[in-house]
């Protein structure tokens, strides 16, 4: 089966021919962070061993390095690069926004580093920052796709602020919702994500992609095939007819389905607040 996948928001970014859920680049990328790691640091041994971890030795200067990273909504590249270099990009950059640097330096490899080492020299990095305006750090939409099957809906990914449990402290997260199903990914194991860089933002779009082939595939509302389900309607009304017959309600304390439900309760009403631009409750609190 052969189809596009769509954006209605953020950047159309290639993917794999045989694959449309991979990802293998972006049509730009922005300047996320800047750094040196000279071969002082404490931390340097650790780091560059991940230089090594591969087919090839990319640890090619002992004195240290230049870093540079860059990223898309769906993907992340890093440049590794003299120090002196590096050191100028970072101060044309304080003056000049737009600066550029000759990639040919150095070299490039198509993701953030991570593990030993780098999860201490990195910290957390959000596609909505507030210095770009950003409600917030980690607060805002990333990406959105159209909907294969039913028309209007899309299946959005999004950063925001939510609870695992109601007594533990909130966390920056990452997930998607479709507005098709109304699933709430929370229960839905796997689909939520601490969001603590490029990589969880990739992880979390790649799955919203494979949501959409699923429904492209098999529809909506096949219970053992498609991952765009919608729930039944029935339980809502079933726990709004005990609850006014317990409670001696004259209304449902409750919406009588799902899409209201969301919109009030869930996910649509996190995005709808960060379209509006205002910051949303924290979620699940």
Known sequence: MSFT?????????????????HVTGAPGYRV?????????????????????????????????????????????????GPIEQVAEFQREQATNPGATFDAEQGVMIAQWPHGKGWDEFLPPAYWNMAQIGAIADG???????????????????????????????????????????????????????????????????????QHIVSAARHGVNRDDESQCRPFDPAMLKAVNAVARQNLGLAHNPLPDDDAAYCATKGPCSIIRELRAGVRPPVYRA
């Open 5 to 21: 996948i769509r954006n209605t928001y953020g950047h159309t970014h290639p993917t794999s021919e045989t694959n449309p859920t």
């Open 139 to 209: 607060v805002g939409l990333v990406t959105a796709f159209e909907h294969p099957v039913t028309p209007g809906a899309e299946v959005i990914v999004y950063e925001f602020e939510g609870k695992w449990l109601p007594e533990k402290p909130p966390v920056n997260m990452i997930t998607y919702h479709c507005t098709a199903c109304h699933q709430d990914t929370f229960h839905d194991g796997g689909k939520v994500h601490e969001n603590n860089g490029p990589h969880d933002r990739r992880w979390a779009a790649r799955q919203a992609r």
């Open 32 to 80: 996320s962070m800047t750094a040196t790691l000279p071969a002082s640091d404490a931390r340097f041994d650790d780091c560059v061993t991940w230089l090594t971890n591969g087919e090839h030795n990319l640890h090619t200067r002992p004195e240290g390095y230049g870093l540079i990273f860059l990223e898309s909504e769906e993907h992340a590249v890093t440049y590794f």
